[in-house]
Protein backbone atom coordinates (compact mmCIF):
# COMPACT_ATOMS: atom_id res chain seq x y z
CA UNK A 1 0.00 0.00 0.00
CA UNK A 2 1.06 3.98 -0.87
CA UNK A 3 1.29 4.39 2.99
CA UNK A 4 4.19 1.66 3.42
CA UNK A 5 6.11 2.66 0.02
CA UNK A 6 9.97 4.46 0.95
CA UNK A 7 10.29 7.48 0.08
CA UNK A 8 12.49 6.75 -2.94
CA UNK A 9 9.81 4.40 -4.34
CA UNK A 10 7.22 7.13 -3.80
CA UNK A 11 9.55 9.68 -6.00
CA UNK A 12 10.07 6.87 -8.51
CA UNK A 13 6.59 6.60 -9.15
CA UNK A 14 6.06 10.54 -9.33
CA UNK A 15 9.08 10.38 -12.03
CA UNK A 16 7.26 7.46 -13.94
CA UNK A 17 3.81 9.32 -13.92
CA UNK A 18 5.69 12.42 -15.26
CA UNK A 19 7.44 10.45 -17.82
CA UNK A 20 4.20 9.43 -19.31
CA UNK A 21 1.41 12.64 -18.08
CA UNK A 22 3.67 15.07 -17.44
CA UNK A 23 3.74 16.11 -21.53
CA UNK A 24 -0.23 15.99 -21.87
CA UNK A 25 0.38 18.50 -18.97
CA UNK A 26 2.04 21.28 -20.23
CA UNK A 27 0.47 21.30 -23.53
CA UNK A 28 -2.27 21.63 -21.73
CA UNK A 29 -1.27 24.79 -20.02
CA UNK A 30 0.25 25.52 -23.25
CA UNK A 31 -2.69 25.64 -25.13
CA UNK A 32 -5.05 27.36 -22.12
CA UNK A 33 -2.44 30.00 -22.23
CA UNK A 34 -2.48 30.35 -25.99
CA UNK A 35 -6.48 30.55 -26.42
CA UNK A 36 -6.55 33.06 -23.13
CA UNK A 37 -3.93 35.30 -25.20
CA UNK A 38 -5.87 34.65 -28.81
CA UNK A 39 -9.29 35.66 -27.38
CA UNK A 40 -7.38 38.89 -25.41
CA UNK A 41 -5.87 39.79 -28.83
CA UNK A 42 -9.68 39.26 -30.50
CA UNK A 43 -11.27 41.20 -27.79
CA UNK A 44 -8.53 44.10 -28.21
CA UNK A 45 -9.05 43.75 -32.73
CA UNK A 46 -13.21 44.47 -32.15
CA UNK A 47 -12.78 47.06 -29.18
CA UNK A 48 -10.69 48.68 -32.08
CA UNK A 49 -13.23 47.99 -34.71
CA UNK A 50 -16.09 49.40 -32.68
CA UNK A 51 -13.98 52.50 -32.30
CA UNK A 52 -12.89 53.03 -35.51
CA UNK A 53 -16.77 52.44 -36.51
CA UNK A 54 -17.70 55.53 -33.66
CA UNK A 55 -15.50 57.47 -34.86
CA UNK A 56 -16.46 57.29 -38.76
CA UNK A 57 -20.04 57.80 -37.44
CA UNK A 58 -19.44 60.61 -35.46
CA UNK A 59 -17.60 62.24 -39.07
CA UNK A 60 -21.20 61.29 -40.90
CA UNK A 61 -23.23 63.25 -38.13
CA UNK A 62 -21.27 66.30 -38.58
CA UNK A 63 -20.96 66.10 -42.06
CA UNK A 64 -25.20 65.44 -42.00
CA UNK A 65 -25.11 68.68 -39.99
CA UNK A 66 -23.20 70.82 -42.23
CA UNK A 67 -25.36 69.31 -45.25
CA UNK A 68 -21.87 68.05 -46.98
CA UNK A 69 -24.26 65.39 -48.88
CA UNK A 70 -21.07 64.35 -50.75
CA UNK A 71 -18.98 63.62 -47.91
CA UNK A 72 -21.45 62.15 -46.01
CA UNK A 73 -22.03 59.66 -49.09
CA UNK A 74 -18.66 58.91 -49.21
CA UNK A 75 -18.21 58.13 -45.18
CA UNK A 76 -21.45 55.81 -45.45
CA UNK A 77 -19.85 54.20 -48.22
CA UNK A 78 -16.81 53.58 -45.96
CA UNK A 79 -18.63 52.44 -42.98
CA UNK A 80 -20.01 49.93 -45.15
CA UNK A 81 -17.00 48.45 -46.93
CA UNK A 82 -15.32 48.21 -43.39
CA UNK A 83 -17.87 47.56 -41.15
CA UNK A 84 -20.76 45.88 -43.07
CA UNK A 85 -22.04 44.14 -39.92
CA UNK A 86 -22.07 47.06 -37.54
CA UNK A 87 -24.92 49.10 -36.01
CA UNK A 88 -23.20 51.98 -36.40
CA UNK A 89 -23.68 51.18 -40.64
CA UNK A 90 -27.24 50.93 -40.43
CA UNK A 91 -27.10 53.59 -38.40
CA UNK A 92 -25.83 55.53 -40.94
CA UNK A 93 -27.69 54.54 -43.70
CA UNK A 94 -30.88 55.77 -41.52
CA UNK A 95 -29.12 58.91 -40.83
CA UNK A 96 -28.04 59.76 -44.46
CA UNK A 97 -31.58 59.31 -46.00
CA UNK A 98 -32.47 61.77 -43.39
CA UNK A 99 -30.43 64.08 -45.20
CA UNK A 100 -31.53 63.09 -48.67
CA UNK A 101 -34.58 64.05 -47.00
CA UNK A 102 -33.83 67.22 -45.98
CA UNK A 103 -32.49 67.83 -49.17
CA UNK A 104 -35.55 66.88 -51.35
CA UNK A 105 -34.01 64.52 -52.90
CA UNK A 106 -36.51 61.72 -52.20
CA UNK A 107 -35.52 59.17 -54.63
CA UNK A 108 -31.79 58.83 -52.71
CA UNK A 109 -33.88 58.36 -49.37
CA UNK A 110 -36.20 55.72 -50.72
CA UNK A 111 -32.62 53.62 -52.16
CA UNK A 112 -30.77 54.35 -48.79
CA UNK A 113 -33.60 53.16 -46.54
CA UNK A 114 -34.13 50.04 -49.25
CA UNK A 115 -30.55 49.39 -48.70
CA UNK A 116 -30.58 49.56 -44.96
CA UNK A 117 -33.60 47.35 -44.51
CA UNK A 118 -32.06 44.35 -47.00
CA UNK A 119 -28.55 45.04 -45.27
CA UNK A 120 -29.12 44.87 -41.57
CA UNK A 121 -29.23 41.83 -39.32
CA UNK A 122 -31.47 43.49 -36.57
CA UNK A 123 -35.45 42.63 -36.94
CA UNK A 124 -36.36 45.01 -35.01
CA UNK A 125 -34.90 48.03 -37.10
CA UNK A 126 -36.29 46.97 -39.96
CA UNK A 127 -39.32 46.55 -38.79
CA UNK A 128 -38.77 50.64 -37.44
CA UNK A 129 -37.13 51.39 -41.35
CA UNK A 130 -40.61 49.61 -42.65
CA UNK A 131 -42.16 52.19 -41.20
CA UNK A 132 -40.14 54.89 -42.65
CA UNK A 133 -40.06 53.78 -45.94
CA UNK A 134 -44.03 52.87 -46.02
CA UNK A 135 -44.47 57.22 -44.38
CA UNK A 136 -42.71 58.19 -47.17
CA UNK A 137 -44.53 56.24 -49.86
CA UNK A 138 -47.34 57.73 -48.57
CA UNK A 139 -46.16 61.34 -48.26
CA UNK A 140 -45.11 60.62 -52.05
CA UNK A 141 -48.51 59.32 -53.02
CA UNK A 142 -47.26 55.52 -54.03
CA UNK A 143 -49.55 54.02 -52.09
CA UNK A 144 -49.02 50.48 -53.82
CA UNK A 145 -45.90 50.82 -52.59
CA UNK A 146 -46.53 51.64 -49.03
CA UNK A 147 -48.71 48.75 -49.12
CA UNK A 148 -46.30 46.33 -50.01
CA UNK A 149 -43.60 47.46 -47.57
CA UNK A 150 -45.99 46.54 -44.95
CA UNK A 151 -47.17 43.23 -46.54
CA UNK A 152 -43.86 42.16 -47.15
CA UNK A 153 -42.76 41.01 -43.41
CA UNK A 154 -44.57 39.71 -40.24
CA UNK A 155 -44.83 42.80 -38.24
CA UNK A 156 -44.47 40.96 -34.65
CA UNK A 157 -45.29 43.30 -32.04
CA UNK A 158 -44.86 46.06 -34.59
CA UNK A 159 -48.26 45.18 -36.23
CA UNK A 160 -50.70 47.52 -34.09
CA UNK A 161 -48.14 50.07 -35.74
CA UNK A 162 -48.50 48.35 -39.07
CA UNK A 163 -52.48 48.52 -39.00
CA UNK A 164 -52.38 52.11 -37.97
CA UNK A 165 -50.10 53.03 -41.12
CA UNK A 166 -52.19 51.27 -43.28
CA UNK A 167 -55.00 53.44 -41.88
CA UNK A 168 -53.35 56.28 -42.48
CA UNK A 169 -52.58 55.29 -46.06
CA UNK A 170 -56.62 54.71 -46.88
CA UNK A 171 -57.41 57.57 -45.39
CA UNK A 172 -55.17 59.42 -47.87
CA UNK A 173 -56.53 57.27 -50.54
CA UNK A 174 -60.19 58.54 -49.37
CA UNK A 175 -61.12 55.14 -48.52
CA UNK A 176 -62.31 56.27 -44.88
CA UNK A 177 -64.05 52.85 -44.45
CA UNK A 178 -61.29 50.58 -44.56
CA UNK A 179 -59.38 53.39 -42.90
CA UNK A 180 -61.51 52.88 -39.67
CA UNK A 181 -60.92 49.46 -39.72
CA UNK A 182 -57.72 49.31 -40.17
CA UNK A 183 -56.80 51.79 -37.02
CA UNK A 184 -59.90 49.54 -35.07
CA UNK A 185 -57.52 47.19 -35.34
CA UNK A 186 -54.34 48.46 -34.77
CA UNK A 187 -56.52 49.89 -31.46
CA UNK A 188 -56.87 46.11 -30.47
CA UNK A 189 -53.37 45.21 -31.24
CA UNK A 190 -52.04 42.73 -28.16
CA UNK A 191 -48.95 44.71 -28.56
CA UNK A 192 -49.65 48.20 -27.27
CA UNK A 193 -46.12 50.01 -26.16
CA UNK A 194 -45.53 50.68 -30.03
CA UNK A 195 -48.68 52.96 -29.93
CA UNK A 196 -50.33 56.20 -29.15
CA UNK A 197 -52.96 55.04 -27.98
CA UNK A 198 -54.72 58.30 -27.38
CA UNK A 199 -53.64 59.86 -30.94
CA UNK A 200 -55.16 56.80 -32.46
CA UNK A 201 -58.52 57.11 -30.54
CA UNK A 202 -58.67 60.90 -32.15
CA UNK A 203 -58.10 59.70 -35.59
CA UNK A 204 -61.46 56.96 -34.91
CA UNK A 205 -63.15 59.94 -33.33
CA UNK A 206 -62.15 62.16 -36.14
CA UNK A 207 -63.98 59.48 -39.26
CA UNK A 208 -67.36 59.63 -37.03
CA UNK A 209 -69.94 56.49 -36.92
CA UNK A 210 -69.57 54.23 -39.48
CA UNK A 211 -71.74 55.22 -42.40
CA UNK A 212 -75.76 52.83 -42.21
CA UNK A 213 -76.74 50.67 -45.31
CA UNK A 214 -79.26 52.31 -46.50
CA UNK A 215 -82.57 49.85 -46.42
CA UNK A 216 -83.75 49.09 -50.31
CA UNK A 217 -86.70 50.75 -51.40
CA UNK A 218 -90.00 48.79 -50.85
CA UNK A 219 -90.74 47.08 -53.94
CA UNK A 220 -93.65 49.12 -56.05
CA UNK A 221 -96.68 46.71 -55.60
CA UNK A 222 -98.37 45.33 -58.54
CA UNK A 223 -101.30 46.78 -60.11
CA UNK A 224 -103.58 43.63 -58.71
CA UNK A 225 -102.57 45.22 -55.04
CA UNK A 226 -100.56 42.03 -54.52
Known sequence: ???????????????????????????????????LFGWNRYQAYEEQ?????????????????????????????????????????????????????????????????????????????????RVRLARLFQHLQRYDDAFAVLDDADPGRFSGRYDELRGD???????????RSAYQQAFNAQHTDVLDRNLLQMKIDDLGAPALETPAADAPASEDGS
Do not use: C, N
Open 49 to 129: RVLAASTLYAELRAAVLDRADVQATELVAELRADFPSSPYTDQAGLLIASLYLDMQDTDRAVEELRRVLADTDDDELAMIV
Open 1 to 35: MDEFLSEKEQLEQMRAWWREHGWYLIGGVVLGGLL
Open 169 to 179: VYLAQGDTERA
